[in-house]
T-cell receptor, first 111, second 115 residues
Framework: QQQVKQSPQSLIVQKGGISIINCAYE??????FPWYQQFPGKGPALLIA?????SEKKEGRFTISFNKSAKQFSLHIMDSQPGDSATYFC??????????FGTGTRLLVSP | NAGVTQTPKFRVLKTGQSMTLLCAQD?????MYWYRQDPGMGLRLIHY???????AKGEVPDGYNVSRLKKQNFLLGLESAAPSQTSVYFC??????????????FGDGTRLSIL
């Protein structure tokens, strides 16, 4: 049973385009929603995160949009660059640090 | 400042063999975690520790044991390896507290194949 559903599984975007990755959750007790970025051969690294009392958070070219009523959140990467090519994981946490991860999205930004 | 270091980086085992994966962190973090990453399944928590001498089960603990004898080290053991345990294993650590201000830091993984 996947508590956090992530889509798409893979994504190809041209340089300069917008990459959008979507996640949905069921457990309304989740209170923290981080996104992790993982490059090949490396561990995941925290990219950006949001709490459910905020509808949007922006850090540079990366934005999280959060829809509490729909229990959905998404990552937008503006002006996507080849260096953004990586696997992205959404996650959810309730209280203590037991992260529940989505299944991942492999992003390829073509030059 | 190495962060989280995992040893070994690669290993091939035969079914039934045992081995221990070592995780070391130099950030004086209280919490440590072991995850496994499988294609199409994201990362799943195996075991975690909230301090030296304490461990707890995560989402997929069967077939694994852990120990936290020293604050900086977290060991993951496979007593009798099975092909279903072929995976990439990640260790992470974080300071105590909620994840909103204390994110988890991951190592670069151990790629384990069991034949």
């Amino acid at each position: 049973q996947q508590q956090v559903k992530q889509s798409p599984q893979s994504l190809i975007v041209q340089k300069g385009g917008i990459s959008i990755i979507n996640c949905a959750y069921e457990n309304t007790a989740f209170d923290y929603f981080p996104w992790y970025q993982q490059f090949p051969g490396k561990g995941p690294a925290l990219l950006i995160a949001i709490r459910p009392d905020v509808s949007e958070k922006k850090e540079g070219r990366f934005t999280i949009s959060f829809n509490k009523s729909a229990k959905q959140f998404s990552l937008h990467i503006m002006d996507s660059q080849p260096g953004d090519s990586a696997t992205y994981f959404c996650a959810a946490v309730r209280g203590f640090q037991k992260l529940v991860f989505g299944t991942g999205t492999r992003l390829l930004v073509s030059p | 400042n190495a962060g989280v270091t995992q040893t070994p980086k690669f290993r091939v085992l035969k079914t039934g063999q045992s081995m221990t994966l070592l995780c070391a962190q130099d950030m004086n973090h209280e919490y440590m975690y072991w995850y496994r990453q499988d294609p199409g399944m994201g990362l799943r928590l195996i075991h975690y520790s909230v301090g030296e001498g304490t461990t707890a089960k995560g989402e997929v603990p069967d077939g694994y044991n852990v120990s936290r004898l020293k604050k900086q080290n977290f060991l993951l053991g496979l007593e009798s390896a099975a092909p279903s345990q072929t995976s990439v294993y990640f260790c992470a650590s974080s300071p105590s507290g909620t994840p909103t201000n204390q994110p988890q830091h991951f190592g670069d993984g151990t790629r384990l194949s069991i034949l």
